[in-house]
């Protein structure tokens, strides 16, 4: 339940905290004072959308916190705060909202900072909120089916149903979308198997096209290798006694000799001994060149072609060798993937008919669940509106199968005919403001024996009703309060005066400047005087008796 809520610099309200009770609370005050901000304060800490038109004028931020008093926890709340890590604190769960002037907010649950989403969520199982906006929400087909799931306990099935159903979906999408592009990869994947094929016929060998220019270098400039190198063999070996060899030759004869008259020549010996061994194997070298190279107009035009064919391909596939033949694997891989494509369509319509075949089952088995459920829906809400000034009304739930859709085979809508002898019809068409409150009273007081949300608040139920009608009504929201705390905004007497908590909202002016929204709890005698203001607009002798005679009913 909620045991307080302290609202700051929020509209017309400066600085207020409430302590609500068990049971029933109403707030009451003139038209304009303000009861409804509160409602709105309360929803901002439950995860409703904010705006820093709520911040009041000149304040940097607006703050509302909600602390409720929770015993034993639901089992959809306990998993909230399972997800969130928090911990409840001498039973007690503390929620936060603070808007700043600039339009940001934060939401925190216990002093810890939490996503908006989790705190609505929390929010939603704390409290049921039925403002003036549910009249019509009640209008609308898709929220009649979530209000049947939930007096079905099909809120799981429904919930695990719409994903199947669009898991399905997204199978056919990628089916759709894999046909329509396989009519257009037939000729890609032709052109793909040329550009294979061409790559793979001319056998392309990495690091090939550095070597074939080295090649032509060579054979290009054979005949000047031939000659140059005959020449250098000649003077390093080869020169009728006039070679580099004979004259180190000589040298080296001269040195021999001079090792016997000063043996330190022994080191200059060996090292021209070791320059007369290296200029043998240079000369070899010479010699081999000289005789090798030839000039071959065949092999330079099968060097050439070879050379252009590896330019095309560059131009075509990429910068080098490598890069062609990483293109060709590329290429091979999509179309390996295209020539699959066959197998993974068959996968997916497969798949497709799976999910299908498991969706209408699940769907049909929901269907079912809904019927059988809305048949005993609709009697208690009959009985609910005939308890609520409505004896000849009644209610039912009209199903219309539709082709599977994420909430399942069902479109319903829920039809009332108000009086005997009368067509039901849609809400929408037959129900007056009075009756559409009635029928939401009915719908929660019937919804309050199958949910564990520990409080409901209603913000000015009463709409369009008065009389006997606004004493039944009164008398459905005391059996609410017997199992649950109630919150109610009214405008009628006959609602407020079986309250357990009654609460004042007035507006006042502060220094003659700004205007600030007061709540507070009232005694014996404030009560009466505001009673006596409910019955007849204003109080007097008369209004005042009437006022104690209507409270001591509920003493």
């Known amino acids: 339940m909620i045991e307080s809520v302290h609202i700051q610099d929020y509209a017309l309200i400066r600085t207020l905290t409430i302590e609500f009770g068990k049971g029933f609370n109403v707030l009451t005050g003139e038209t304009g004072a303000g009861k409804s901000i509160v409602i709105g304060a309360l929803s901002l800490a439950l995860g409703a959308r904010a705006s820093s038109e709520v911040v009041r004028r000149n304040a940097p931020k607006a703050v509302i916190e909600v602390v409720f008093r929770i015993d034993s926890p639901s089992p959809a709340l306990q998993e909230l705060l399972d997800e969130g890590e928090i911990q409840l604190e001498e039973d007690a769960l503390i929620l936060s909202r603070i808007v700043s002037s600039d339009g940001r907010s934060r939401a925190l649950i216990n002093g810890r900072p939490v996503t908006i989403t989790l705190l609505s969520s929390i929010g939603d199982e704390l409290v049921d909120l039925h403002g003036q906006h549910e009249h019509q929400s009640l209008f609308r ?112 004869n001269a040195v021999d000799k001079l090792c016997d008259i000063l043996p330190d020549f022994k080191l200059i010996l060996n090292e021209l001994t070791e320059v007369r061994a290296r200029i043998e194997n240079v000369a070899d070298e010479m010699r081999k060149h000289s005789r090798e190279q030839e000039y071959d107009p065949e092999e330079i035009n099968l060097i050439n072609e070879r050379l252009n064919l590896i330019r095309a391909l560059k131009r075509k596939y990429g910068a080098d060798i490598s890069a062609i033949l990483a293109y060709r694997e590329k290429t091979a891989a999509a179309l390996s993937d295209f020539d699959h494509q066959d197998e ?47 004896p000849h009304a009644h209610f039912e739930t009209a199903f219309e199968t539709i082709p599977l859709a994420a909430r399942g085979l069902d479109r319903i809508s829920f039809l009332l005919a108000a009086n005997a002898g009368e067509e039901a019809k849609s809400l929408k068409q037959v129900a007056s403001g009075g ?50 705390q109630v919150l109610c ?41 505001e009673i006596a203001r409910l019955l007849d607009g204003s109080v007097s002798s008369a209004s005042l008796r009437h006022a104690k005679a209507l409270l001591k009913e509920f003493q």
Request: proline letters at 2%; glycine letters at 2%.
């Open 489 to 529: 905004i009214t405008h009628l007497a006959q609602i407020a005066a079986p309250a357990d908590m009654h609460y004042k909202v007035t507006k006042e002016e502060e220094n003659g400047e700004q205007t600030t929204t007061q709540v507070f709890k009232m005694n014996k005698e404030e009560r009466e005087k």
């Open 344 to 390: 993974r369509i068959d996968a997916l319509r497969q798949e497709e008919v799976k999910l299908s075949a498991q969706a209408e089952k699940e769907a049909a088995a929901l269907s079912l669940a809904r019927k059988k459920a809305a048949q005993r829906m609709d009697r208690e809400i009959t009985n609910a509106l005939h308890r609520l000034d409505m």
């Open 435 to 484: 009756e559409v409150s009635r029928i939401m009273l009915a719908i929660k007081a019937v919804f309050a024996h199958y949910d564990l949300i520990p409080t409901l608040i209603f913000d000015e139920i009463d709409a369009g009703i008065g009389g006997a009608t606004a004493r039944r009504v009164s008398d459905r929201i005391r059996e609410l309060a017997a199992s649950k």
């Open 141 to 252: 087909t898709d929220c009649q089916l979530q209000l049947l799931d939930a007096f079905a306990a099909t809120t799981p099935q429904a919930s695990a149903l719409a994903s199947l159903v669009s898991a399905r979906n997204r199978i056919r999408r990628d089916l759709d979308n894999l046909l329509a592009s396989s009519r257009d990869q037939v000729r890609h994947a032709d052109f793909m198997r040329f550009e294979i094929q061409e790559i793979d016929d001319a056998s392309l060998v990495p690091g090939e096209e550095e070597e074939l220019k080295e090649r032509l270098k060579l054979i290009t400039h054979a005949e000047a290798i031939r000659s140059l190198s005959a020449e250098a063999y000649s003077r390093l070996y080869d020169a009728d006694g006039s070679s580099a060899v004979d004259a180190l030759d000589g040298t080296l």
